[in-house]
């Protein structure tokens, strides 16, 4: 167990307002993702860490921001939320104990904005 | 840019049926990291196996194989005598050796549906 906690698991939110998904790991892991899935698109990379502060943009990051100001916690923020981010979002981290470059993922969170 | 085809969007099969998912990349680089991941109905996001393209060796875990074929970018998912556990999507991904911070290119993915 990769010690993964997403925050909330479900959340129903209207255009236009913020939100904030928390991504809490417990094993002091550097690196951290955010992910979302959607049908069609498989997993896209939206940000991910690699220490504390430190952060770089994935393939799907318009409309995203990040915070990471402890190892522990990797904060994903909608700042305006629109319909086209109603979505799945995964957390991951990279768990070295199951081999080079494998990441371990939480049991995600889902988001509906209508 | 890498990306990861998986064509085949749904699979249906009768328990007890040898299945194939494939999965076809496209890299510019020598060095990578190709994976599966297991997604079932319950939606965690479960990793299976990590090949790296130094090493074309087939592979085989008990009812799963996979072959890694560098020549046609493919690396292919069996599952034989299939059962219903197995249904779930399956997820294709591809990663660069270096650097990059281990940043997974995922395939769009395969819903394989085993019946009774």
């Known amino acids: 167990d990769a010690g993964i906690t997403q925050s909330p698991r479900h959340k129903v939110t209207e255009t236009g307002t913020p939100v904030t998904l928390r991504c809490h790991q417990t094993e002091n892991h550097r690196y951290m993702y955010w992910y979302r899935q959607d049908p069609g698109h498989g997993l896209r990379l939206i940000h991910y860490s690699y220490g504390v502060k430190d952060t770089d943009k994935g393939e799907v990051s318009d409309g995203y921001s990040v915070s990471r100001s402890k190892t522990e916690d990797f904060l994903l923020t909608l700042e305006s939320a629109t319909s086209s981010q109603t979505s799945v979002y995964f957390c991951?981290?990279?768990?070295?104990?199951?081999?080079?470059?494998?990441?371990?993922f939480g049991a995600g969170s889902r988001l509906t904005v209508l | 840019a890498q990306k990861v085809t998986q064509a085949q969007t749904e699979i249906s099969v009768v328990e007890k049926e040898d299945v194939t998912l494939d999965c076809v990349y496209e890299t510019r680089d020598t060095t990578y990291y190709l994976f599966w991941y297991k997604q079932p109905p319950s939606g965690e996001l479960v990793f299976l196996i990590r090949?790296?393209?130094?090493?074309?060796q087939n592979e085989i875990s008990g009812r799963y194989s996979w072959n890694f074929q560098k020549s046609t970018s493919s690396f292919n998912f069996t599952i034989t005598a299939s059962q219903v556990v197995d249904s779930a999507v399956y997820f294709c991904?591809?990663?660069?050796?270096?650097?990059?911070?281990?940043?997974?290119?995922f395939g769009t993915g395969t819903r394989l549906q085993v019946t009774l």
């Open positions: 991951a981290i990279r768990d070295r104990s199951s081999g080079a470059n494998v990441l371990t």
């Open positions: 991904a591809l990663s660069f050796i270096t650097g990059t911070a281990s940043k997974l290119t």
């Open positions: 090949r790296n393209s130094f090493d074309e």
